[in-house]
């Protein structure tokens, strides 16, 4: 029988107790919403100040000369060494979405005689709309199958299997080594958005042509923070960029009127990154220096499976539709109730921060960076409080646009 | 006989003194290089901390439904009360080379039948690689004419005319009116790329179907602040934004399957916006609260016009390639010199910074908001110095890939 000493203890012999002591949470909150935007890392706050008082203030246009010009790939190998990526094929900036976009449209042109961009209807949103407007701009069509679909689907006619790795909603993981091979065998390339893997668990990238990812989710770069792109060394040189902005130019600064794309992942730029956005996501991901991603799996695997087993012997009335098997899933948990918007409510008002997802799927967020063990125990009692108190009756959702 | 008790007096006089003072530059600094990186608002640090300890640290993902989801339209609608734009028709987000992608994408697929887009062979080169990248994705082509051909060569084949309002280089000034006047004759659209005129100057905005145009020049939003985007109130239900993502979508969070874009300028949008980069920007933007453009264009006029009669009295050798009608030119000086790189070296080492631009021009910015007038004299006195002592031939050029 597990109880809340239990999690204690696995906090005090938790492998990853000194990354998770360097982030900043308010009092009485349990967060489990990283998997949306992650927590500051307090020490990020004194850095920004460092970029904006001495590097903007003092050193002005200077400072493109002392450590801008090479910010985004820096934050880049950093990233690129959490995925599991050579040094120069990963760069930060612009969004998620305009990084598929590029992605997608750059493979497409690699393989022009097909006319099919095949994704899975559990895809987010956002990479749904932006495949379709890639689709329309190349004259292929977008084809929607069900995630257990997609690997059968595979065929000649395919041109791109665009995939999001781990589903936003039910936290369902695709076999990304299995479906990319997949992909090869049939000569299709294969373009993975690992938003919602990349800082939480290792990832095949070698298997993968092309990635994209968010900074401001496990890698806790803060709001808005830039996405990630990567490229396979081999597809570099044929990458061609849909935006050609002079970011992406090997030469920005010889001004010239001819576009000549840079060799390497710099040719996936458009303009002049956000240096202070970028600069809080370089200095964030400082907590993860020296830790290897398999802890952070580890983790992240004990978190998801202790809070399924507490969901299953505490509470009733919950329908758990994260997979029960550890290699089929992410790193957070969903949970589906048709009161789920109600009772986010009242657990938000208990201190207890996930969030919904239409239409009825509570999302438990299980980030092995910041979470303690203790948050996963205190989370699920907090639920059972409400549910035995009925306070989901009374709760009232917090207003505006975001949920 | 101007000397430099001239200019301390119209220091003095300066109706903008007190935005001027709000500034910090470094000590011994004449900084004239506002026209490529805008200082720092010295308030903007205070602000910055606010944001990232408060609204990230402690409100987490709570803040977007407390200001953050608002924020790019708010940072929009005060750049265009300063480019006369009228309130959701200008937001801020993306690279000003992506916002030209999108608006020069969406100004195409509204004059299809038409071949051509049509430049100036003095636009900025990245505008140059993004409209050749757009022709080439609408199937149509990009024509590049000199810069006082282009209104001669408006025709019913001309699908868009995408021009920069100044000239990087050398501060050439297009007419903006006079110019889309004769596209609508024409039944094209027009797209201005106003990076370097909006903040310094008054825009005939409503002459314009589409503009862009960049945070971090005279708008002083800091390095890599994000663009802006304007889209006429009469094509916004017509705009189609090429790279739809949720952030364009009428209810982004409603996560549904099919795109169906915003009503209104939130339909330019992609992904989540740098939130921390986009309140450095929004900071920023405070110094001119309640200061009338007019202004800023009239001390813009007097600092380039002092500047120039102060080149032709006290200098030899140089070439002023700037127009002399003040109505025919932006808010920075370009000389030409064969020695430019060289004379800009010494002049770093002298503590005044602008910068050079292939083969040999010198640049000057002369930005309203935080110039004082005496840096005018003192500039003109360090060229003199440079030269009268031959500073030029000893002078290191920084080194590094941005000039």
Known sequence: MLDRDHFERLDLDDPL?????????????????????GPLPAHVSRALARVVDEEWGEGLIRSWNRGWWELAGEVGDVIGGMIGAPAGTVIAGDTTTAALFKTTMAALRLRPSRPVILTDSGNFPTDLYVLEAAAGLSGASLEVVGPHEVEGRIGDDVAVVALTHVDYRT???????????????????????????????EIDIACADMAVGCGYKYLNGGPGAPAFTYVSRDLLPEFTNPISGWWGHREPFA??????????????????????SLAALRSALEVFEGVPTRLLREKSERLVGDFVRLVDERLDGF?????????????HVALSHPRAREIMAALISEGVIGDVRPPHLLRFGLAPAFQRHVDVWDAVEAIRRVMDNDLWRSAVAPSGPVT
Chains 1, 2 share one sequence.
């Open 17 to 37: 107790a000194a990354v998770t002591a360097r982030f900043h949470l308010p009092d009485g909150v349990v967060y489990l919403d990283g998997n949306s935007l």
């Open 171 to 201: 936290g369902r993981r695709h076999d990304l080594a299995a479906i990319s091979e997949a992909a090869h065998r049939a000569g299709s390339l294969v373009v993975w958005d690992l938003s919602h893997s990349a800082g939480a668990m």
């Open 255 to 276: 001004m010239r009127t001819d576009f000549e794309p840079a060799p390497g992942i710099e040719r996936t730029q458009v303009g002049t990154p956000p240096v202070i």
């Open 319 to 331: 329908q758990l539709v994260t997979p029960r098997r550890p290699e089929e899933r992410g790193s």
